[in-house]
């Protein structure tokens, strides 16, 4: 038996924004709010009631601390984390516009503290002893030396016969299309579970068509078990083998963008747990209604109030 459900590595981050009619130049104040891809998955998860635990680094500091105690209230399991002296924490700065303008995003995460992480840093019997090992493509960017750790991941996660789940979740300001395509290409071979939306099938591989067209030739170039692309306002199409499911998005009020690719990859997770794919992508456009219809990338939430929510008819007021 398995410690934990699902690992993670990952860089956890402060994300400090500016609303909407507000410029970064002029800024006087920030919101602040946790960020991290990977653990933004296995937090939410670890919310819906399963095990699962974060590798990272971070420096000892009270901003660090900051990220740890939100981590804490999820039930994130984070004793694996490296504490280090004299080190960076990564930030990402966000400029939330309305149209004709468009939300920025500004990174400043190089010589970060997880940046610096080497092979021999990762407690490998803690990250391996899961059910599911959960990766992203945001990581192999960060430094060399992360690249190295994540397909050193997925190499052993593969010897030991434990599935691997991998989100593209690429980024423009992080590295390019072909570096992208060179670096993630063998590391999604044969796994699990894939997640990889429209636009990144488009700008990564320069797969086009319809909705069914681009999920079969993202199984046929990768030979995943299971895929899941997001449509965007659309839904989500998954693909399990030779037979695509569809599932709308739901109606929601977008208060924060940010954080609902990782929730809805969270709410798959959740439902590949319970050996439902399927239902899996029905809990996957609800966890990220949930996340647009909250402040912050970490969605806050209960098994309970999920389930509540696919069987609602829209109630206003719960009393």
Not at 121 to 131: A, H, K, S, V
Not at 165 to 178: A, E, G, I
Not at 204 to 228: C, M, P, S, W, Y
Request: proline share 3%; with cysteine.
């Amino acid at each position: 038996m398995s410690r934990f459900k699902v690992t993670t590595i990952g860089e956890g981050q402060l994300r400090l924004s500016v609303p909407a009619g507000n410029r970064l130049e002029m800024v006087d104040q920030f919101d602040v709010h946790i960020a991290g891809a990977e653990a933004n998955v296995t937090g939410l998860l670890s919310r819906l009631g399963w095990s699962c635990g974060w590798v990272s680094s971070l420096p000892d500091t009270p901003l660090s601390k900051r990220i740890i105690n939100e981590y804490h209230f999820s039930g994130l399991d984070y004793s694996a984390v490296k504490w280090t002296k004299n080190d960076r924490l990564a930030l990402y700065f966000v400029e939330y516009a309305a149209p004709p303008r468009s939300t920025q995003v500004y990174y400043d995460r190089s010589h970060t503290a997880f940046t610096k992480m080497k092979a021999a840093d990762i407690n490998w019997d803690y990250l391996l002893d899961t059910q599911l090992l959960h990766l992203t493509g945001i990581t192999p960017p960060l430094s060399p030396s992360l690249t190295e750790i994540v397909e050193e991941a997925v190499k052993r996660a593969k010897k030991k016969g434990i599935a691997v789940s991998f989100d593209m979740n690429y980024r423009s300001r992080l590295w390019s299309p072909n570096e992208a395509k060179k670096i993630l290409t063998p590391l999604v071979q044969n796994i699990d579970l894939l997640f990889c939306s429209r636009t990144d099938a488009k700008i990564i591989f320069n797969i086009d068509g319809t909705k069914e067209e681009v999920v079969a030739r993202l199984q046929e170039l990768t030979h995943a078990k299971q895929i899941v692309t997001t449509l965007h306002r659309e839904g989500v199409i998954g693909r399990d083998g030779k037979k695509n499911y569809y599932q709308p998005a739901c109606e929601v009020e977008i208060l924060d963008r940010i954080g609902a690719g990782d929730a809805l990859v969270a709410g798959v997770i959740h439902g590949w747990l319970q050996d439902n794919f399927v239902k899996g992508l029905k809990y996957g456009v609800t966890t990220a209604a949930l996340a647009l219809s909250q402040l912050g990338d970490q969605v806050i939430t209960t098994r309970k109030e999920l389930e509540s929510l696919l069987e609602s008819d829209k109630i206003d007021i719960t009393r």
